[in-house]
């Protein structure tokens, strides 16, 4: 049974950090390429930063520069951390894992950015 459990959200002023966390189960974690998605109240999901297993990491434009994704094979963890943080960050934020045709996600947990 796979599971992807994240944890670290809340509430935060403008400028603050955050640093999501992102445990995984019943997978060959060091495997799979690993993400964290994004979603605003209205909006549609978005990819917000992955990182393979060799540890190549991508990010959306909007992020460069505040957020660092990193993992630990050892831990089976993936982390998201947040710098500089902007209200037009608020959303779900989403665990994926993803190896060819093989997708999970987590049940996401909440980052509210505001004063």
């Known amino acids: 049974q796979v599971q992807l459990v994240e944890s670290g959200g809340g509430l935060v002023q403008p400028g603050g950090s955050l640093r999501l966390s992102c445990a995984a189960s019943?997978?060959?974690?060091?495997?799979?390429?690993m993400g964290w998605y994004r979603q605003a109240p209205g909006e549609q999901r978005e990819l917000v930063a992955r990182?393979?297993?060799?540890?190549?990491?991508t990010y959306a434009d909007s992020v460069k520069g505040r957020f660092t994704i990193s993992r630990d094979n050892v831990k089976n963890t993936v982390y998201l951390q947040m710098n500089s943080l902007k209200p037009e960050d608020t959303a779900v934020y989403y665990c994926?894992?993803?190896?060819?045709?093989?997708?999970?996600w987590g049940q996401g947990t909440q980052v509210t950015v505001s004063s």
């Open positions: 990182i393979t297993g060799g540890s190549t990491s």
């Open positions: 019943g997978i060959i974690f060091r495997l799979y390429t």
């Open positions: 994926n894992a993803r190896l060819f045709d093989l997708g999970y």
